[in-house]
């Protein structure tokens, strides 16, 4: 427990103390919860001092900045705490959760978008950010990969905004995906401290491989099986590495996630901060959950495979308890009958895409059949 932070500041150092309530984990997450269900003029949540981006901790440090990319992050968690409510029977809090999201969907497509992708933020004085009428930081990748993550943005627009990612922040001549574009530099409007990096370095237009994961995720969740491997490669450590020439580039550790890449001469190509664990994190869920497509929901592993169509099958040796699940995929060919992923275990076909985990210390087979790869690129705006 400690004093609030004084209006005007971001931040300040002290010692916590203990404090005098208790309550669950369940009731600290919906106090949390009902903490950042404060909107501004826009009816988008407050930005404070910074959201993902700390680096932009002067777009809202008057209480008035609202921020685009916390709406659609905020509508994933209000979508799914909405479950959780349920399960622990606060029906009220989850009906909350339901109308406070879809009332903030509708804010997004009212507020957000900017004509051919979403915004970043508004500053406290209403002037948009990451709009195509700003000097500086026109487009930014983290709107629009969340407007897909989330499920909350309007589909079309989703694409449309994905493909602005594509041709503004991808830089397939140095295989590197931007945050931004352009960098702060010179502009009247001061974000806050992420100007103090030169440009096209860390979060100011540098390639910030956290958001850069969540971009490749957003490509597989569209179904855009060429871009999110595409991206995904380039984002792999280990082909920064292939010759002395681009190790000389890099500098750092092939054989783990650096947190950035730097995206302006003479650095172009070097990595940043590497042992960057948040990055690898997300960038295990990348590979894991949306491209190999392996994901466990409660006692059940759900597979959505995302594959290149050169890949024909792959083997996943999956450990429950004292349980072994030996998962094979296989992609079918070109001109096979298959309408729908199907999942077998143990020679039953299953319901659905999806097969059940028992801890019974046996070892289980699965086969998993996915449709054939077939070339799936985003429509054009």
């Known amino acids: 427990m400690a004093r609030a932070v004084n209006p005007g500041d971001d931040s300040y150092y002290d010692l916590p103390g203990r404090?005098?309530?208790?309550?669950?984990?369940y009731r600290h997450c919906v106090r949390a919860i009902e903490h950042g269900l404060r909107y501004g003029a826009h009816g988008l949540p407050l930005m404070g001092s910074g959201d993902w981006n700390d680096g932009m901790n002067l777009v809202g440090i008057k209480g008035r900045g609202e921020s685009v990319w916390l709406g659609f992050f905020l509508c994933a968690v209000l979508q799914q705490f909405a479950e959780v409510a349920r399960i622990k029977g606060d029906a009220s809090f989850a009906e909350r959760?339901?109308?406070e999201e879809a009332n903030l969907r509708l804010n997004l497509e009212r507020h957000g978008w900017d004509g051919e992708w979403y915004r970043r933020a508004y500053f406290d004085?209403?002037?948009?950010?990451?709009?195509?009428?700003?000097?500086e930081c026109r487009i930014d990748s983290v709107a629009q990969s969340w407007s897909v993550l989330s499920g909350a943005g309007d589909s079309q627009r989703s694409r449309m905004a994905m493909n602005a990612v594509d041709q503004r922040l991808?830089?397939?001549?140095?295989?590197?995906?931007?945050?931004?574009?352009?960098?702060f530099d010179r502009s009247a409007l001061d974000p806050g401290y992420i100007r103090g990096y030169v440009p096209g370095v860390r979060e100011n237009g540098g390639q910030y491989t956290h958001a850069a994961i969540w971009a490749a995720m957003?490509?597989?969740?569209?179904?855009?099986r060429a871009r999110a491997w595409e991206l995904a490669t380039m984002m792999n450590p280990a082909n920064r590495a292939r010759t002395p020439e681009g190790m000389a580039t890099y500098k750092v550790e092939p054989y783990v996630v650096a947190a950035d890449v730097y995206a302006m001469a003479?650095?172009?190509?070097?990595?940043?901060?590497s042992w960057y664990t948040g990055s690898a994190g997300w960038m295990y869920r990348l590979i894991v959950e949306s491209l190999l497509g392996l994901a466990r929901e409660g006692d059940r592993l759900r597979f959505t495979p995302c594959l290149p169509a050169t890949w024909a099958t792959f083997t996943?040796?999956?450990?429950?308890?004292?349980?072994?699940?030996?998962?094979?995929?296989?992609?079918?060919?070109a001109g096979e009958d298959l309408a729908a992923t199907r999942v077998i275990v143990d020679g039953v076909v299953q319901a659905d895409d999806s097969a059940p985990l028992v801890d019974d210390r046996a070892e289980h087979h699965v086969l998993v059949e996915v449709r054939a790869a077939e070339t799936q690129l985003l429509a054009e705006a």
């Open 266 to 273: 003479p650095h172009t190509g070097r990595g940043g901060w």
């Open 218 to 224: 957003a490509f597989a969740a569209l179904g855009d």
């Open 19 to 25: 404090s005098g309530e208790s309550a669950s984990v």
């Open 97 to 99: 959760c339901d109308a």
């Open 125 to 135: 004085d209403g002037t948009p950010l990451g709009s195509a009428t700003n000097v």
């Open 316 to 333: 996943i040796r999956y450990r429950y308890g004292a349980t072994t699940y030996e998962i094979d995929v296989r992609q079918a060919q």
């Open 170 to 183: 991808v830089r397939r001549d140095h295989a590197l995906i931007q945050l931004l574009d352009p960098p």
